[in-house]
């Protein structure tokens, strides 16, 4: 049982370059959600996936989007990068997006762009 | 709005010298309170949930209590082993699944 797997752990990009963050989980959890973690600001909620199929805005999702691929993955692609969009980046899943559940954290993918 | 504060940012302790992290929190109608701890350059790794004033959950040298208005990470003798950054987090009120973390206390525990 591997958890929450986050793909590539490391990237570098230039402004204006594109990338995709992967996330698997395989928990069998309905819901996921992307963070972004910055020195000072704590974690972040970009966006997140009640269940398979749906996608909802956090608290930070300009710069971003999302693919619900299957019940197992999600993933974060910048389409152009800025480098406002430093930082690591954290995936997690849950078994419903309700406040009781508890959320399970990826190891992390951290992005610089210069 | 939804909020979480926690104090100290850092905290540096002897080994065996016990202490207790703060999370204060406002948000309307609490649904759960969360602790994470986070070794550096590692995800967030689930140790607790709280649900309603009073409530108490320990974990080897970890005790977590919930107030109204905070929680307390309490650390009874702790060893270097313990030193990370101990996250809290609270569920938004908009009864989802949303969590809202606080920025974290660095604890270092020297030997």
């Known amino acids: 049982n591997a958890g929450v797997t986050q793909t590539p752990k490391f990237q570098v990009l230039k402004t204006g370059q594109s990338m995709t963050l992967q996330c698997a989980q395989d928990?069998?959890?309905?819901?996921m959600y992307w963070y972004r973690q910055d020195p000072g600001m704590g974690l972040r909620l970009i966006y997140y996936?009640?269940?398979?199929?749906?996608?909802d805005k956090g608290e930070v999702p300009n710069g971003y989007n999302v693919s619900r691929l299957n019940k197992r993955e999600f993933s974060l692609r910048l389409e152009s990068a800025a480098p406002s969009q430093t930082s690591v980046y954290f995936c997690?899943?849950?078994?419903?997006?309700?406040?009781?559940?508890?959320?399970?954290f990826g190891p992390g993918t951290r992005l610089t762009v210069l | 709005e939804d909020q979480v504060t926690q104090s100290p940012e850092a905290l540096r302790l002897q080994e065996g010298e016990s202490s207790s992290l703060n999370c204060s929190y406002t948000?309307?109608?609490?649904?759960?309170l969360f602790w994470y701890r986070q070794d550096p350059g590692k995800g967030p790794e689930f140790l607790f949930t709280?649900?309603?004033a009073g409530e108490e959950k320990e974990k080897e040298r970890l005790k977590a209590t919930l107030t109204k208005k905070e929680s307390f990470l309490h650390i009874t003798a702790p060893k270097p082993e313990d030193s990370a950054t101990y996250l809290c987090?609270?569920?938004?009120?908009?009864?989802?699944?949303?969590?809202?973390f606080g920025q974290g206390t660095t604890l270092q525990v020297k030997p």
């Open positions: 997690a899943s849950s078994e419903r997006d309700r406040p009781t559940d508890t959320q399970y």
């Open positions: 709280l649900y309603s």
């Open positions: 987090a609270v569920k938004d009120s908009s009864n989802t699944g949303k969590l809202i």
């Open positions: 928990m069998n959890h309905n819901s």
């Open positions: 948000v309307s109608g609490l649904r759960g």
């Open positions: 996936s009640a269940s398979e199929g749906t996608t």
